[in-house]
């Protein structure tokens, strides 16, 4: 009997999500990619002498990636000179991939609030988009009927038809040259343990503007893999960068 009872169940949890998972197959079957940064960046375009720029991105992810010739190659298309040497350039763009991967929505946006140098959401790199319950609408519905028709439902919806965001997590500064001279303050807080700290203040003069921002790229399609989602956020990243000059 209970071969038969979990078949029925199957069967139930079948017409419950089976629309859902449905609906949702046809609502994203496309792949969708956007990108927005936490601060938009306005340059001093009026005192612009020379349009060289340097370009040096670090990737500290897990994944190998690049994207220092395709942003190059964006500035050159805008009549920028790209140059080897930071101390010519009237540009210095300064970038870091700090995460590659799955994200959950709700994670990338803590972490697009927490700006240039911020912590990243703790839900980046959740396996599937829409909670831990489940890739897909209903889910909480599906988890109030009990543990197994829970996983009667993950069997006949979740396993074949997952909401899947992938993103790129990137912090960006930017160095415009200055005619004036720029003073700056630097401050560190050095934790020791967890009952002091240390504070470190450092007072400069610099020929140079900076500005800071991060950078979400995100990709979203029904059971998407890293493969697909790769280039079109490559893509949209540098064309964000570029679209700041």
Known sequence: MKPLKYFILVVLCSACFGCAATQIALEKKDLKVETKMSNTVFLDIE????????????????????VKSMLENKLRAKGFTVTATPSEAFYIVQGNILYVGKADPSALRESLYAGYGGALGGAVGGAIIGGATGGWPGAGYGAGIGGLAGAAAELVAGSLVKDVTYTI????????????????????????????????????????????TRIISMANKVNLDLEEALQPLIENLTKSVSGIF
């Open 47 to 66: 005192k612009i002498t020379a349009k060289t720029i340097y370009v040096d991105f670090k990737n500290t992810s897990d994944k190998d990636i690049e």
């Open 169 to 212: 997590v990137t912090d960006l500064m930017i160095s415009e040259r200055s005619a004036e001279s720029v003073e700056q303050t630097i401050q560190s807080d050095l934790e020791q343990g967890s009952g002091s700290k240390i504070t470190q203040t450092s007072n400069t003069t610099v020929d140079r503007k900076r500005y800071q």
